[in-house]
C-alpha cells in the first residue's frame, strides 16, 4: 500500500528537487521562491526516499545522471512507492537509455532538458500538479460513489420495514431510493435526483426547490406527451439547475435575487454558465446543461446569459425558466415577499411575452392546476383586482394577507362599500399593494354576508 495515499491534496503542494550539484538545487530554489509550493532539497537519490518517508511529497523532479542512485532508478523506486507522486526527469544529456528507462520504470510525466526556460519550467510544474489535482478529485468522487452505493444497498435490504412505519413523506424518499438502488448504475436521471436532494441541504427546508420543479416538468412532459429523451433532460436540469450556486456563501444562496447588491448580482448572474461547466465533461448530461445555460434567458431577448430571443431559445430551457420562477416566487428566492401559488402565476402571465412565452405559459398554468387543486386563477370566474377597482358585492376568493403575513379578510367575504374603504385607507397606510382574487356573485348571491375572523370587519 502506498505509504503517503491520500485522496484529498495539500493546499500547499510539496515539491522535492533531486540534484548533486548544488548550484543547481539553489538555482532551482530560487525559481520557485514565492510560488505556492513547500519545497525540499535533496543532494541523491537516497536522502530523496528518506524525504519522502518523512511525509507526503506531491511532484519529485531529479536530475538523470547522479552517483549512487541515477534518477531513473529514483524515480522507478518513487513509481512503486509512492505511485501518485509526480515525477519529473531533469537532465543535461541526450541519454536515450535513462529516458527510456525513467519512462517504462518510473513513469515520468516529464522529462527537461538543461539548460531550462524558467516559464516554461513552472509551466510544467503547474500544469503537472493540476493534472494531480483533477485526478485525485476523481479518485474523492469515485469513492464517495461507492460509499452512497453501499448505503443504498443497506437502506434497500430494510427498505420494505421501514415504509410500513414512516409517514407519507418519508414514503416517498425511501420509494427514491429503491428507484435510484435499482437504476442507478443505467440513469443518469436517478442519479442527479439523489445529487440534488444532497445540493439542498445547503438551504433550509422552506427555501429548497428541485424537488418541486421536477415534478412540475415531469407533469408537463407526461401531460404533453413529450419523447423520453426530452423529457429525462429537462428531469436533470431540473434537478441540477442551480448546481451552480453551490459555491456561494449562506447570506446570498437563500437571498431574493431581486435584493443583491451590484457584486452579488453579477455573480447570480454567471451561475447558469457555471452550473453549465459542472456538467458539460458528462457525456449523457450535455443536453441537460444546455438547457440549463439558457433558462434565465427572456422571450424578448433580455435575459443572460447570451440574450437569446424568442425561439432561438431551446424549448425545455424555456419550460424550465416557467417551473423556476414559479417556485422560486413562492420560496421567497426572487422576490422579498413570498407568494402564493395564485399570485405566482398572476406574475407569470404579467410578463407574458416579455420574460415567458404566452404560448407556453398557458399550457404551463393548465398543467399546475391539474397539480395544485387549490388554484383559483383558473377559475373563469375569479378576477384580481387591485383595491381600488374593487365592488360592493364582489366575494374573496381567496384570504387576503397584510405583507406582513396577518390576515386581513377570510376567503368567501362579501365586499361592502365600507370594507372596501377601509381596505383603501389601510393599503395607503401600509404603502403596499395588494393583488386581490375576488369572484363576482350572482344576483341571488347579494345578501350581506355573516362571516367572522376579519381583521378590516
Request: some cysteine; proline content about 5%.
Amino acid at each position: 500500500m502506498e505509504a503517503q495515499s491520500t485522496l484529498t491534496p495539500p493546499c500547499r503542494p510539496t515539491v522535492l528537487l533531486v540534484d548533486d550539484e548544488e548550484p543547481i538545487l539553489n538555482s532551482l530554489r530560487r525559481l520557485l521562491r514565492g510560488q505556492p509550493y513547500d519545497v525540499l532539497l535533496a543532494t541523491s537519490g537516497e536522502q530523496a526516499l528518506a524525504l519522502m518517508e518523512e511525509g507526503p511529497v506531491d511532484l519529485v523532479m531529479s536530475d538523470a545522471r547522479m552517483p549512487g542512485m541515477d534518477g531513473a532508478t529514483l524515480l522507478a523506486q518513487i513509481h512503486q512507492r509512492y505511485p501518485s507522486t509526480v515525477r519529473i526527469m531533469l537532465t543535461g544529456y541526450a541519454d536515450p537509455g535513462a529516458i527510456i528507462k525513467a519512462v517504462n520504470d518510473g513513469r515520468i510525466h516529464r522529462y527537461i532538458s538543461k539548460p531550462w526556460n524558467d516559464d516554461e519550467m513552472l509551466l510544467t510544474l503547474r500544469q503537472a500538479l493540476e493534472h494531480q489535482h483533477s485526478e485525485r478529485e476523481r479518485q474523492r468522487l469515485e469513492l464517495l460513489t461507492r460509499r452512497q452505493n453501499a448505503q443504498l444497498r443497506l437502506l434497500n435490504t430494510n427498505l420494505e420495514k421501514r415504509v410500513a412505519a414512516r409517514t407519507a413523506e418519508l414514503q416517498q424518499t425511501a420509494d427514491m431510493l429503491d428507484l435510484a438502488y435499482e437504476e442507478l448504475k443505467h440513469s443518469y436521471v436517478t442519479g442527479t435526483e439523489v445529487f440534488s436532494m444532497l445540493a439542498n441541504l445547503r438551504l433550509p427546508p422552506a427555501k429548497q426547490t428541485n424537488r418541486q420543479i421536477i415534478e412540475l416538468v415531469r407533469c408537463y412532459c407526461r401531460v404533453h406527451a413529450l419523447d423520453e429523451a426530452t423529457s429525462r433532460d429537462l428531469a436533470m436540469a431540473a434537478a441540477l439547475y442551480n448546481i451552480g450556486k453551490l459555491s456561494w456563501p449562506d447570506s446570498m444562496i437563500a437571498a431574493p435575487s431581486d435584493l443583491l447588491m451590484h457584486s452579488d448580482r453579477e455573480r447570480y448572474r454567471d451561475y447558469p454558465r457555471q452550473s453549465e461547466t459542472l456538467l458539460m465533461t458528462l457525456e449523457p448530461m450535455k443536453d441537460a446543461a444546455r438547457l440549463i445555460l439558457h433558462h434565465q434567458e427572456h422571450w424578448d431577448g433580455s435575459g443572460f446569459p447570451d440574450r437569446l430571443k424568442g425561439e432561438a431559445i431551446p424549448f425545455g430551457a424555456r419550460l424550465l425558466k416557467l417551473a423556476v420562477d414559479f417556485v422560486e416566487l413562492q420560496r421567497g428566492l426572487i422576490l422579498e415577499r413570498q407568494m402564493n401559488s395564485d399570485e405566482a402565476l398572476l406574475y407569470l402571465r404579467k410578463y407574458a411575452g416579455r420574460l415567458y412565452e404566452p404560448a407556453l405559459l398557458e399550457d404551463f398554468v393548465e398543467v399546475c392546476a391539474s397539480l395544485h387543486s387549490d388554484l383559483t386563477l383558473v377559475d373563469p370566474d375569479v378576477q384580481v383586482c387591485a383595491t381600488r377597482d374593487l365592488v360592493p358585492g364582489m366575494v374573496l376568493a381567496r384570504n387576503l394577507n397584510a405583507d406582513n403575513g396577518m390576515l386581513l379578510l377570510n376567503a368567501g367575504k362579501i365586499l361592502s362599500a365600507a370594507l372596501v374603504e377601509k381596505l383603501v385607507a389601510f393599503e395607503s397606510m401600509e404603502g403596499g399593494k395588494y393583488c386581490i382574487f375576488v369572484r363576482i356573485p350572482s344576483e341571488e348571491g347579494m345578501a350581506p354576508s355573516t362571516r367572522l375572523g376579519s381583521v378590516l370587519s
